[in-house]
């Protein structure tokens, strides 16, 4: 059996090495060369870098005679899930759904605000205006906010990619408005780098506790900072897990 894992996240990393304890014959797809990384301690692990359309998707699966499919990217990554279901369900392939554990704290502190998308905070009454503002919300999405360096003081945190400092420079960032390295950071961390920047309120995504989404709430407490949190995308997975232990449970049936 074939297992075709969709990576680039933490939490594939311990799928790809659940598995390969398992002795399961594996091959990880990331969509850049530097997710690659990710898998070093995975010797002579295979894996494919790149994009893939539905239609490179259906032969990717056929050239490597794939047999299941297990989905750990990203939350926020919907077009690549969406594009994965499709084609499985076209070709009576079993999916799985791997979900990092959410953060259940939202709704029980003061300084949290969840709002469904960015498109709110830029407008002319956002709750950015005329503040310090910390983004972590991924180099993709700076670009959002290329306008509205005047109404406010934008820092961003992004990965430590070429890709994603090429994004954020052409988003207006300086580089002393940048800080590029790989969550999650410890609560010491999180905190001196707000501190640092006098961080007046931080952007983010419901990234779950993989993204260091629980840490940021506890720092927002300890400083009494707003944190605005973007909701995570819902789809209608067909079968969806949040426990290593149900991953053998979906290999072995």
């Not at 979900?99 to 300084?111: A, C, Q």
């Given at each position: 059996?074939?297992?075709?894992?969709?990576?680039?996240?933490?939490?594939?990393?311990?799928?790809?090495?659940?598995?390969?304890?398992?002795?399961?014959?594996?091959?990880?797809?990331?969509?850049?060369?530097?997710?690659?990384?990710?898998?070093?301690?995975?010797?002579?692990?295979?894996?494919?870098?790149?994009?893939?359309?539905?239609?490179?998707?259906?032969?990717?699966?056929?050239?490597?005679?794939?047999?299941?499919?297990?989905?750990?990217?990203?939350?926020?990554?919907?077009?690549?899930?969406?594009?994965?279901?499709?084609?499985?369900?076209?070709?009576?392939?079993?999916?799985?759904?791997?979900?990092?554990?959410?953060?259940?704290?939202?709704?029980?502190?003061?300084?949290?605000?969840?709002i469904s998308s960015l498109s709110s905070l830029i407008t002319?009454?956002?709750?950015?205006?005329?503040?310090?503002?910390?983004?972590?919300?991924?180099?993709?999405?700076?670009?959002?906010?290329?306008?509205?360096?005047?109404?406010?003081?934008?820092?961003?945190?992004?990965?430590?990619?070429?890709?994603?400092?090429?994004?954020?420079?052409?988003?207006?960032?300086?580089?002393?408005?940048?800080?590029?390295?790989?969550?999650?950071?410890?609560?010491?961390?999180?905190?001196?780098?707000?501190?640092?920047?006098?961080?007046?309120?931080?952007?983010?995504?419901?990234?779950?506790?993989?993204?260091?989404?629980?840490?940021?709430?506890?720092?927002?407490?300890?400083?009494?900072?707003?944190?605005?949190?973007?909701?995570?995308p819902t789809l209608d997975y067909p079968l969806i897990v949040?426990?290593?232990?149900?991953?053998?449970?979906?290999?072995?049936?």
């Amino acid at each position: 059996m074939v297992i075709w894992l969709i990576g680039g996240t933490s939490e594939s990393v311990a799928i790809a090495s659940f598995l390969k304890q398992q002795n399961q014959n594996l091959i990880i797809s990331v969509t850049t060369t530097a997710a690659t990384q990710l898998y070093q301690s995975l010797e002579k692990q295979k894996i494919f870098v790149g994009k893939l359309t539905e239609t490179e998707m259906v032969k990717f699966i056929k050239q490597n005679q794939v047999n299941k499919v297990i989905d750990a990217s990203h939350p926020f990554a919907v077009n690549i899930s969406q594009g994965v279901i499709k084609v499985c369900q076209n070709l009576s392939l079993p999916y799985l759904r791997y979900e990092r554990p959410l953060v259940d704290l939202i709704g029980k502190m003061p300084s949290v605000t969840v709002i469904s998308s960015l498109s709110s905070l830029i407008t002319e009454d956002s709750p950015l205006t005329n503040k310090r503002v910390l983004l972590t919300i991924g180099a993709k999405s700076l670009a959002l906010f290329t306008a509205f360096h005047h109404q406010a003081t934008l820092y961003a945190r992004i990965l430590p990619y070429h890709d994603s400092l090429t994004k954020a420079y052409q988003a207006g960032f300086e580089c002393d408005r940048i800080i590029a390295m790989r969550p999650p950071f410890n609560f010491t961390f999180e905190k001196a780098l707000w501190e640092l920047w006098n961080i007046e309120i931080v952007v983010t995504k419901a990234g779950g506790k993989a993204g260091g989404e629980e840490i940021k709430y506890q720092v927002a407490e300890a400083l009494n900072i707003p944190l605005i949190v973007i909701e995570s995308p819902t789809l209608d997975y067909p079968l969806i897990v949040d426990r290593l232990e149900d991953i053998s449970r979906f290999i072995c049936h």
